[in-house]
C-alpha cells in the first residue's frame, strides 16, 4: 500500500523536552510538508522540502527543526524552544512544490497528536 | 501577504439540506484546491480548479472558481451523514520566496444532523 505514515498517533512530553515526530512516505514523492493545526484554524505551514538534504521554513518555523536525508522521510523536531508546542501536527508529501502555473495534490498522513504539560 | 478566507466558520444543517461553502482570497489564484477532514482524520484531496469560471460536479459536490479567480465556492446538494467534516480551500502563492507554499484559509465545519 502506498502511502505517508507517520508515528506515534499520540504523544506526551513534558515541557522543556525535545521531541522528534516521525513522517515516511512510499509515494515517491519529491517534495513533503510540515503543517501544524490548532482548533479552529487552518494548517499552517512549518518547513517544507523540494528535495533531499533541502529544506525552506514555512510561517511558523520557530521552535521546530527538521532534516530531509532521505526522499522518503521528513522528521519534525519540537524543541523546548517552541511556545506552544501542544497541537495536531500533520505531515503532507506532493510530486513537486506548489507553485504558481501548476499545483499538485497533497497527501497526508494520520498526523501525531502531541501534548506537552 | 496573502489571505484566504472561508466562510461560514461553523454550518448545521438537517440531513437533506444543502450546503455552500465559500472561499475568498486576497490575492489572484491561478489554482485553487479543496479538501475534506472527516473529524478526528486528516485532510484528503477532492479536487483542483484552474481555469477562470470553472464548475467541476463530483456526485453531489459542485465546485466553482470565480471569474477573476479569487474566489471560489463548494455546493453540497442533499447533504449526508457522511458529509460531515471540515472542508478546506487552499491556494498557491505566489512569487519568489513564496514559490511552494500553499494558503489554506481556516476552513468550515459541517455538522448534519440525521
Known amino acids: 500500500d502506498g502511502g505517508i505514515t507517520q508515528s506515534p498517533k499520540y504523544l506526551f512530553r513534558k515541557e522543556g523536552q525535545n521531541v522528534t515526530l516521525s513522517c515516511e512516505q512510499n509515494l515517491n514523492h519529491d517534495a513533503m510538508y510540515w503543517y501544524r493545526q490548532d482548533p479552529g484554524q487552518g494548517l499552517r505551514l512549518i518547513y517544507y522540502?523540494?528535495?533531499?538534504?533541502?529544506?525552506q521554513k514555512g510561517d511558523i518555523a520557530e521552535g521546530y527543526s527538521v532534516s530531509r536525508e532521505k526522499k522518503e522521510s521528513f522528521p519534525l523536531t519540537v524543541t523546548s524552544a517552541q511556545k506552544n508546542p501542544t497541537a495536531f501536527y500533520l505531515c503532507?508529501?506532493?510530486?513537486?512544490?506548489?507553485?504558481?502555473?501548476?499545483?499538485?495534490?497533497?497527501?497526508f498522513g494520520p498526523g501525531t497528536r502531541l501534548t506537552v504539560t | 501577504g496573502q489571505q484566504v478566507m472561508q466562510i461560514p466558520q461553523y454550518q448545521h444543517v438537517q440531513e437533506g439540506e444543502d450546503f455552500t461553502t465559500y472561499c475568498n482570497s486576497s490575492t489572484t489564484l491561478s489554482n485553487i484546491q479543496w479538501y475534506k477532514q472527516r473529524p478526528g482524520g486528516h485532510p484528503v484531496f477532492l479536487i483542483q480548479l484552474v481555469k477562470s469560471g470553472e464548475v467541476k460536479k463530483q456526485k453531489r459536490l459542485t465546485f466553482q472558481f470565480g471569474e477573476a479567480k479569487k474566489n471560489s465556492s463548494l455546493h453540497i446538494t442533499a447533504t449526508q451523514t457522511t458529509d460531515v467534516g471540515t472542508y478546506f480551500c487552499a491556494g498557491p502563492r505566489a512569487g519568489g520566496t513564496s514559490y511552494g507554499k500553499l494558503t489554506f484559509g481556516q476552513g468550515t465545519i459541517l455538522t448534519v444532523h440525521p
Open positions: 503532507a508529501s506532493s510530486i513537486g512544490l506548489a507553485g504558481a502555473l501548476f499545483n499538485y495534490e497533497q497527501y
Open positions: 522540502s523540494q528535495i533531499v538534504n533541502d529544506f
